[in-house]
């Protein structure tokens, strides 16, 4: 148990992004707010991204490095899928006056 | 009602999905030897066997010559060997040893990286707890909080925390951006939709019943003991290579006929190496995100754009009354 504890391993990384990305999914589940969703992909995706460079690292071969790459990408995706899933956001905010996706369940206003 | 039915199938999912995991995780052999390509560089046979004979599962041999000279009538000498060095992983830690001249026996032994991912003992392992904690306490606070900018702000926590975690996977370049993007950009974006929005949440979690959140919890806590127990086993395919792989390190960059030609100095996520892999096979895709960048600002701004005659109007209905 104590080697548990001092002595960090891949398997604790992954612990850790697989706890996150539970997180986000009861957020994502759990959740009504709109905006609070998608914090919670936002974290989905970072967990993602916590996974993929442990794996990197724990093969630590050179070619290994495309999971640099590949987190960058989902970093730049995320970015973009923030901004527009605000504009939405706020687009809907305008014609309905609040954002709880229960109550958004006609498509137009 | 429905909602608490929807959680508790996705969650019976994912648990009966892990429940047929392990068996799998299984096969891996975990008897701790592990066999390792030796790569040997200058080292003949006998000081190979010799140093296998002292250090089982010794690799990374490298034997250090004196300088070769050439004498007068063209004969070279090559060097006697003077130090002979090697890696062993040993108990999961990666020890650079020195050996005598012949290999056959250890002088010093040099403890480099205490542990696989390199980091450096009890300190180490606190820091990673710390950072581990804050990310996984911002993201409670994401999904708990009822004040939004309480729920940025625990957003931002926990993505500085990973930034951190980046930083011990050796991801450096990786954790700047981190920071800069999710901690600057995103979070600047959110707040600005939160204080646009400006308007308090009524209801922030589903109302599910005590039986419900009961049974939902117990089946999460079931599926998180679940996850650590499978992966706190994950060991790397080959500890020796992945020990290794921080060091700074020879990089083939240039080939002809399969062999090297030129090797260049890497270090592993530092800003070269990503930009090299980054600008190499990755190019595609880094140029097919540009787009969907600029696709994504060009979207927003359309989606966000009030809509003319619903806010126009009744603007020009008020100059107009107005005297």
Same mark, same amino acid.
């Given at each position: ?14 612990? !850790? ?27 989905? !995706? ?25 987190? !960058? ?25 609040n ?11 | ?5 929807i ?16 068996a799998?995780?299984?096969d ?24 296998q ?8 041999l ?51 990286h ?14 990673f ?8 306490? @911002? ?17 931002? @926590?926990?993505?500085?925390?990973? #930034? ?12 700047v951006?981190?920071?800069l ?15 646009i929005?400006?308007?308090p ?12 959140q ?10 998180? @003991? ?46 070269t ?14 140029e ?15 989606? #966000? ?5 619903e ?12 005297p």
């Amino acid at each position: 148990m104590t080697s548990l504890v001092w002595n960090i391993g891949y398997g604790h990384f992954l612990v !850790l992004a697989a706890v996150l990305f539970l997180i986000g999914v009861a957020g994502v589940l759990v959740r009504r707010n709109a905006l609070i969703i998608l914090m919670s992909v936002e974290l989905m !995706l970072n967990a993602a991204n916590v996974t993929l460079i442990a794996f990197s690292r724990m093969w630590g071969d050179k070619a290994a490095l495309s999971a640099h790459t590949f987190a !960058l990408i989902v970093i730049a995706v995320a970015a973009a899928e923030a901004a527009v899933g605000l504009a939405i956001v706020v687009a809907v905010f305008r014609g309905r006056h609040n954002v709880e996706v229960d109550r958004l369940n006609t498509l137009r206003h | 009602m429905t909602r608490t039915l929807i959680l508790l199938t996705a969650v019976l999912g994912l648990v009966a999905a892990l429940g047929s995991a392990p068996a799998a995780a299984q096969d891996a052999p975990d008897d701790g030897t592990q066999v390792v390509p030796v790569a040997a560089s200058g080292c003949t046979a006998e000081i190979i066997g010799n140093v296998q004979q002292a250090l089982p599962g010794a690799f990374h041999l490298s034997c250090q010559k004196s300088r070769a000279s050439t004498d007068a009538a063209g004969r070279v000498h090559t060097g006697s060997v003077d130090a002979v060095r090697a890696d062993a992983v040993v108990n999961g830690k990666l020890i650079s040893y020195e050996l005598t001249a012949d290999g056959k026996r250890v002088i010093a032994s040099i403890d480099d990286h205490s542990d696989l991912i390199g980091s450096s003992g009890k300190g180490m392992a606190l820091l990673f707890w710390a950072f581990a904690a804050a990310s996984i306490a @911002g993201a409670l606070f994401v999904v708990t909080r009822k004040n939004l900018i309480a729920a940025v702000m625990g957003m931002v @926590g926990s993505f500085l925390g990973i #930034a951190a975690i980046y930083m011990m996977l050796y991801a450096q370049f990786l954790a700047v951006v981190q920071m800069l993007v999710y901690a600057g950009a995103i979070m600047v974006l959110f707040v600005f939709v939160v204080m646009i929005l400006n308007r308090p949440e009524d209801e922030p979690v589903a109302p599910s019943g005590r039986a419900g959140q009961v049974l939902g919890g117990l089946a999460i806590l079931y599926l998180i @003991g679940r996850l650590v127990m499978i992966l706190v086993q994950v060991q790397p395919p080959d500890p020796a290579i992945a020990a290794a792989a921080p060091r700074g390190d020879e990089q083939c960059v240039a080939w002809k006929e399969s062999k090297c030609v030129r090797t260049e100095h890497y270090e592993w996520g530092s800003i070269t190496a990503v930009g090299t892999d980054l600008f190499g096979p990755g190019l595609f895709p880094f140029e097919a995100i540009s787009i969907l960048l600029l696709l994504a600002v060009v979207g927003a701004v359309a989606v #966000a754009r009030p809509l003319r005659e619903e806010n126009d109007a009744p603007a020009k209905v008020r100059t107009e009354g107005a005297p």
